[in-house]
T-cell receptor
């Protein structure tokens, strides 16, 4: 199956710093990638849809200036959590779409962010 | 009303028995339906997807879709302890692209 690589797997940072998370589709080109956040014992909540070469589409309630998304190529999308605070501590997961609508999504391995 | 609803569980199943998981969704225009398995601290992995009414079988897993009732289910036959995980139902609401909406997940415990 398709492989989506996400890095880093975990990160601990101080409050006020910024953290960048990378999501790469290793064996296919992904015109669309999705970023999810998951708090403990809760389901995945979609944060934004990342489209190659254009601005990301953010879900309601997600601050676009805090969660910067860049989809610079067909195989790479990045999520930067700016000025992180403890409440941003969560499990962040990316997914990539191979093909058109209704095609399967492939998930990265996730990034556990802990903000001290 | 949540867009995708699941019983949170836990669903306790003896080893070798059938685990039955249910999911309902609110949007009649939904196009495709997915079941993911998620182990604690890991990202979801796709188990099954189904687009058409009826049953779809893959190994020990069977997905059942009833669009009229807005209901999708997952059966796990011959449950194994390694099946213990949270199972997430995801629905493509069909609005735009492949934006999935996830249910809250059902935690399954398979007891030896």
């Amino acid at each position: 199956g398709a492989v989506v690589s996400q890095h880093p797997s975990w990160v601990i940072c101080k409050s006020g710093t910024s953290v960048k998370i990378e999501c790469r589709s290793l064996d296919f080109q992904a015109t669309t990638m999705f970023w999810y956040r998951q708090f403990p014992k809760q389901s995945l909540m979609l944060m934004a849809t990342s489209n190659e070469g254009s601005k990301a589409t953010y879900e309601q309630g997600v601050e676009k200036d805090k969660f910067l998304i860049n989809h610079a190529s067909l195989t790479l999308s990045t999520l930067t959590v700016t000025s992180a605070h403890p409440e941003d501590s969560s499990f962040y997961i990316c997914s990539a779409q191979r093909g058109g609508p209704n095609e399967k999504l492939f998930f990265g391995s996730g990034t556990q962010l802990s903000v001290l | 009303q949540k867009e995708v609803e699941q019983n949170s569980g836990p669903l306790s199943v003896p080893e070798g028995a059938i685990a039955s998981l249910n999911c309902t969704y609110s949007d009649r225009g939904s196009q495709s339906f997915f079941w993911y398995r998620q182990y604690s601290g890991k990202s979801p992995e796709l188990i099954m997807f189904i687009y058409s009414n009826g049953d779809k079988e893959d190994g020990r897993f069977t997905a059942q879709l009833n669009k009229a009732s807005q209901y999708v289910s997952l059966l796990i036959r011959d449950s194994q302890p390694s099946d213990s995980a949270t199972y997430l139902c995801a629905v493509n609401l069909g609005a735009a692209g492949n934006k999935l909406t996830f249910g809250g997940g059902t935690r399954v415990l398979v007891k030896p």
